[in-house]
């Protein structure tokens, strides 16, 4: 029979007086170093018990010792001053020792203090130290005569001085001051306190002086509750509130004292500095509130006002709020929505708020700064550097209420002269440049403007005004400059080649870049009769020579009508080689530059499509072959595309960036072309993407994906076309088209709603006829769910006619219909008069 | 941003002129190479309201919640430095 083996309880620790005395010494030395001081002394106490070895004495001295600092320093004065009797007597260590002395004066036991005065052995550095600590003591009781002190105490000598020098300084009389702090002595018990009645003196008239003085006085010493409120004083800019907390009540109403605050604002200053360095609004608001009575009036309504747009929605609900003024309030609800990111309601107080200003005669300016922010509001980006619709009427609006904006009048030209309105642009430069003659910025957008509208005589009058202003400003010559070439380039195009001679000559003041230099060589080559091969060489190496020089080359070849193929022949150029990879590379921040569009870059990249496919197994490192693709995808040049993200792919496989390229110059950037298999790919990249921190391919991915709906801000609504459906259902797609259907045929919506049911595929092939078959698939998208929706479309295998032929059978046979309640819907419609003259047929 | 006023120890009413001077003796002492931080804040504080615009568009705009350093620049109007009364200061010299 087997017996279970009983488990042992965890063996208990004896009792010290159980335990042999090495043992007892090696836990009581561990406790000492670790400062388990009490501990330590329970174990030596029994050493000290059992034999009087002196390293058990000394153990048991320290252990007594470190005790008692731990209970001085929670303010356990009378248990540490026990302690260290209990030291004294059973250690044989003298009293005087430490902080025995500072303990004895913060007991009040200055009976004892006195005695060890007294005793003429006392070494002269604690003599001083005691006399230092009972000086503080002393002065804090101005007419006491001190007792129990020999009559030759410095204590004594120096008393009446030192009352002197506190007094005079109470009176604010700061030359009696100085004399009586002159006559204490260098080893006085009081000379701590000369440093500080000086530091304080400085205070109104010289605060680095007062922070230099008392920063020369040692922390910790008799006097230190006195300096550490100095030390607050002197606290630079307004940390003196935050220090206000790390002192004692006392400490603190001296404080204030220094800084002068009237009584009536102690109590409020105090709890403000509780509130520590960052509290909410609300709790600032409720303090100020608490003590309005007290706080000058401009100072709370300031304050307040900061405060309303942090207080949400209740801000209309504070009393004091609908007391204010109509348009104090509209700001206030302004800032509030702001704050809380409701920028619609934002917007709308803003609006009302310019309409009430702007009715004001000295108002105009700041109605017009509100127009400017509500068109702050209305940029979707805030880089863009022109204006939406919205945001231009309100810069429009703003420069009637304010027609000295530099800013206004730049963005509003801008955004014309981009939108070919050059008349209106020409407009506002008329009305900006006699306010801002000699502003570059406006002068720059003036030559622009004359480009554009090819008034170049009017572009360079304007240019040179600029250089005068700033003789090295780079744009604007490159403007001339490129004008010139452009000019010559049609020239020569014409073969006209004396007028092309002519620009290209008036061209050379405004020349800068080596390029530029580089490309007017090569149009002077262009010039002449018969090709003039070594000017065309030296052209061509200047640009940048073999793959970027040919680049060029090329690019110029085509906007002047030239060969490209016999021009790179006589090039010198040497594409057989496979190029290396930097020659690439460069190529590539070569066309990202380019203001060409894609058609352009394109053509003059296909003859050098053979040499760059030579260069794939170049060692590019992955940020190069990046550049390269992202460049080739500018370009849309989808076979060299094809071929480098196919490559990439080999080398850093599954890389986001890489897939989405690679997908998009094999099949485009639509959708509904991208096989299931890619666009799971695309899926998988978009993750990945996101994982690796890689938000604009994953972001990229996403719109690709999903494409966004189209954008519903039209001016040119048409009220008898049919809308598009809401964000959502179905069935409010179809509840908009039933609607409109039965608006147009003058019948009830419960008419259309019959015809529906009785002929539904006729009803779903009108609605996706009229409104579009990628919103319809779009619909279908999300009533589908995704899963369903792209399940359907492989079966399709892709093919769009045959998805939403397959979708409409599905509606019509099962899928049912989810009608909304008509809630809140009017009564049955009147008849309607006939339509109007230009209303679409519908059937 | 914290008061630019009170970081750049002018009133609200400080003129360009005001301001641009306050502006260029605070940066002596606060170079940006001594003290960068404390030279962004004076920076942005003079470009919040170095213009009247600026101090215009500041008044209208500015969205942040005053700090208590704030509220105590705006209440130290009220005070009026003086000596210390003799009572607090020997309650401080005799607190145990």
Redesign the interface.
């Known amino acids: 029979m087997s017996r279970k083996v009983k488990q042992s309880k965890p063996h208990a620790k004896p009792a010290p007086h159980a335990m042999d005395s090495a043992a007892l010494a090696a836990d009581a030395a561990a406790a000492l170093s670790a400062s388990r001081f009490k501990e330590a002394t329970e174990l030596f106490k029994e050493l000290v018990k059992r034999e009087r070895q002196t390293a058990w004495v000394d153990g048991l001295a320290e252990s007594y010792a470190g005790r008692a600092q731990e209970l001085a320093a929670k303010g356990m004065v009378k248990e540490a001053l026990m302690l260290w009797r209990n030291r004294a007597q059973l250690c044989g260590k003298p009293l005087a020792q430490g902080d025995y002395l500072v303990w004895l004066l913060r007991a009040g036991e200055r009976g004892e203090m006195l005695q060890f005065l007294s005793d003429k052995s006392l070494p002269d550095a604690m003599r001083l130290n005691l006399e230092m600590h009972l000086a503080a003591s002393i002065l804090a009781e101005p007419n006491a005569t001190p007792s129990g002190l020999s009559p030759d105490s410095a204590l004594l000598r120096h008393l009446p001085g030192a009352r002197a020098a506190l007094e005079a300084y109470c009176k604010g009389d700061f030359v009696a001051l100085e004399t009586h702090l002159q006559a204490i002595p260098f080893r006085s018990p009081y000379r701590d306190l000369k440093t500080v009645l000086k530091a304080l003196s400085l205070l109104q008239t010289d605060v680095e002086g007062a922070r230099a003085a008392i920063t020369r006085l040692a922390a910790g010493g008799a006097f230190e509750r006195l300096a550490a409120v100095v030390r607050a004083a002197v606290l630079p800019e307004d940390g003196w509130l935050a220090a206000l907390r790390d002192l004692d009540e006392n400490g603190r109403q001296m404080l204030l004292d220094i800084k002068g605050c009237p009584n009536a604002l102690r109590p409020f200053l105090l709890e403000l500095a509780k509130l520590g360095a960052a509290p909410a609004p609300a709790q600032l608001f409720d303090l100020l509130t608490r003590f309005r009575r007290v706080i000058p009036e401009e100072a709370l309504s300031a304050l307040c006002l900061r405060l309303f747009p942090q207080m949400g929605r209740s801000i209309e609900r504070l009393p004091d709020f609908k007391k204010l003024p109509k348009e104090t309030q509209l700001h206030m609800m302004a800032l509030a929505a702001e704050a809380q990111g409701v920028l619609g309601s934002a917007e709308e107080y803003w609006k009302d708020l310019a309409n009430l200003l702007s009715k004001i005669p000295d108002q105009k300016l700041r109605a017009a700064l509100v127009l400017r922010h509500l068109a702050d509001i209305a940029l979707d980006n805030k880089m863009d550097t022109e204006l939406n619709a919205e945001a231009f009427r309100y810069v429009e609006k703003s420069l009637e209420l304010d027609p000295d904006d530099r800013s206004s009048y730049l963005a509003i030209i801008r955004t014309l002269r981009c939108e070919n309105e050059l008349a209106k642009a020409r407009a506002f430069l008329d009305r900006a440049l006699p306010r801002f003659p000699k502003d570059a910025g406006v002068l720059l957008e003036a030559v622009e403007v004359a480009l554009a509208g090819k008034a170049f005589k009017k572009a360079v009058g304007f240019a040179k005004q600029v250089l005068e202003l700033d003789p090295i400003n780079p744009k604007v010559r490159g403007l001339i400059g490129q004008a010139l070439f452009s000019h010559a380039r049609k020239q020569i195009k014409a073969r006209n080649l004396a007028a092309a001679r002519k620009e290209l000559d008036a061209s050379e003041e405004w020349l800068r870049s080596p390029v530029e230099w580089a490309t007017l060589k090569l149009l002077r080559v262009f010039l002449t009769e018969y090709l003039d091969e070594t000017l065309l060489r030296a052209a061509v190496a200047d640009l940048g020579g073999s793959l970027v020089g040919a680049f060029r080359l090329l690019l110029e070849a085509g906007k002047v009508g030239h060969d490209p193929r016999s021009l790179l022949l006589s090039s010198g150029c040497n594409l057989t080689a496979p190029p290396p990879a930097e020659a690439v590379v460069a190529l590539a921040q070569v066309l990202n530059a380019a203001p060409d569009g894609a058609k352009a870059l394109g053509a003059a990249l296909g003859p050098l499509r053979a040499t760059l496919k030579r260069a794939l197994k170049m060692p590019f490192s992955e940020a190069d072959y990046l550049l390269v693709c992202e460049a080739l995808h500018r370009c849309e040049d989808h076979e060299l595309l094809t071929a480098f993200t196919k490559e990439a792919l080999k080398r850093w496989p599954g890389r986001p960036v890489f897939v989405y390229l690679n997908v998009i110059a094999r099949h485009g950037s639509d959708i509904y072309f991208i096989p299931y298999k890619d666009q799971d790919a695309l899926d998988r990249a978009a993750r990945e993407a996101h994982k690796q921190g890689d938000h604009r391919t994953s972001s990229r991915i996403r719109t690709l994906l999903s494409p966004p709906e189209e954008d519903m801000d039209d001016d040119s609504f048409d009220p008898f076309d049919l809308p598009f459906p809401e964000e959502g259902s179905f069935g409010s797609a179809m509840e908009g088209f039933l609607g409109e259907l039965s608006e147009a045929k003058g019948e009830s919506l419960g008419g259309a709603l019959e015809e529906f049911l009785n002929d539904p595929r006729k009803m779903f092939e009108m609605l996706v006829a009229m409104q579009g078959e990628k919103a319809f698939l779009e619909i279908m998208r999300k009533e589908f769910g995704k899963q369903e929706f792209d399940e359907l479309k492989r079966q399709c295998g892709g093919n769009q006619k045959d998805l939403i032929r397959m979708l409409v059978d599905a509606m019509v046979e099962g899928a049912e219909m989810e009608m909304p309640a008509p809630v809140n819907r009017p009564g049955p419609r009147k008849p309607k008069s006939p339509a109007p003259k230009n209303q679409k047929d519908l059937f | 941003m914290s008061n630019p006023y009170r970081i750049l120890d002018v009133p609200t009413t400080a003129d360009d002129e005001t301001i641009r001077a306050a502006y260029l003796s605070l940066i002596r002492d606060c170079p940006p190479e001594r003290d960068r931080k404390r030279f962004e804040r004076v920076r942005t504080a003079f470009e919040a309201v170095s213009t009247a ?1 600026g101090r ?2 500041h008044a ?27 009572k ?9």
């Open positions: 615009r215009l568009a209208l705009f500015d969205k942040t919640a005053p700090t208590p350093e704030d509220v105590l620049a705006e209440v130290v109007a009220a005070f009026q430095p003086r000596p210390v009364d003799d607090h200061l020997r309650r401080v010299l005799g607190a145990k």
